[in-house]
T-cell receptor, first 120, second 114 residues
Framework: AQTVTQSQPEMSVQEAETVTLSCTYDTSESDYYLFWYKQPPSRQMILVIRQEAYKQQNATENRFSVNFQKAAKSFSLKISDSQLGDAAMYFC?????????????????FGKGTKLSVKP | DAGITQSPRHKVTETGTPVTLRCHQT?????MYWYRQDPGHGLRLIHY???????DKGEVSDGYSVSRSKTEDFLLTLESATSSQTSVYFC?????????????FGSGTRLTVV
């Protein structure tokens, strides 16, 4: 079974600085997707960025980018120019690209999260 | 925003009482999920549905049941609530299994069992 590990329960960054959140995963599959979700105090789960495993190019969304190392099974999130609004829980998630109807393959598997604080 | 709503948003209930949480979607997505979120555990899958009347268990299904009689509604029932079921519950939807765009989540229900 696939697992997702976030080894940093809490992180802190100064406003305007850069921070990197770590995520590793374990899988024997070759075709999958990886995600970072943000959960601010409002509790809403917001998709920050996604990566397709078959693409070597790292995904980027404005100030958010990932470092995807497929061989190392690593998927870190870099936040540049951190802002106060970036303070939140961040969850890394894995999803198989399998399409079998009715099976558990294809469900999202989450890490335990990293709580990011941003200092003014 | 995607059409997914959870009700109620907050609920306090007594130990031993039945509780039903509702998830409603207007996106006509096949897959629906119930997760619980607890500090130090992230999000853990309770049950999921891959079609009307088609449901299956997740990793923490004990004490929970679900029903899906219509595409748009997915109900989570705690047959006899216990304090260990105090949690935040999220519903999510997905167009299909293994979809590359992940899930769309509801706003969550905070359930407190006293």
């Amino acid at each position: 079974a696939q697992t997702v590990t976030q080894s940093q329960p809490e992180m802190s960054v100064q406003e305007a600085e850069t921070v990197t959140l770590s995520c590793t995963y374990d899988t024997s599959e070759s075709d999958y997707y990886l995600f970072w979700y943000k959960q601010p105090p409002s509790r809403q789960m917001i998709l920050v960025i996604r990566q397709e495993a078959y693409k070597q190019q790292n995904a980027t969304e404005n100030r958010f980018s990932v470092n995807f190392q497929k061989a190392a099974k690593s998927f870190s999130l870099k936040i540049s120019d951190s802002q106060l609004g970036d303070a939140a829980m961040y969850f890394c998630a894995y999803r198989s690209a399998g399409l079998n109807y009715g099976g558990s393959q294809g469900n999202l598997i989450f890490g335990k999260g990293t709580k990011l604080s941003v200092k003014p | 925003d995607a059409g997914i709503t959870q009700s109620p948003r907050h609920k306090v209930t007594e130990t031993g009482t039945p509780v039903t949480l509702r998830c409603h979607q207007t996106e006509n997505h096949r897959y629906m999920y119930w997760y619980r979120q607890d500090p130090g555990h992230g999000l853990r899958l309770i049950h999921y549905s891959y079609g009307v009347k088609d449901t299956d268990k997740g990793e923490v299904s004990d004490g929970y049941s679900v029903s899906r009689s219509k595409t748009e509604d997915f109900l989570l029932t705690l047959e006899s609530a216990t304090s260990s079921q105090t949690s935040v519950y999220f519903c999510a939807i997905s167009l299909r299994a293994g979809h590359g765009y992940g899930y769309t989540f509801g706003s969550g229900t905070r359930l407190t069992v006293v």
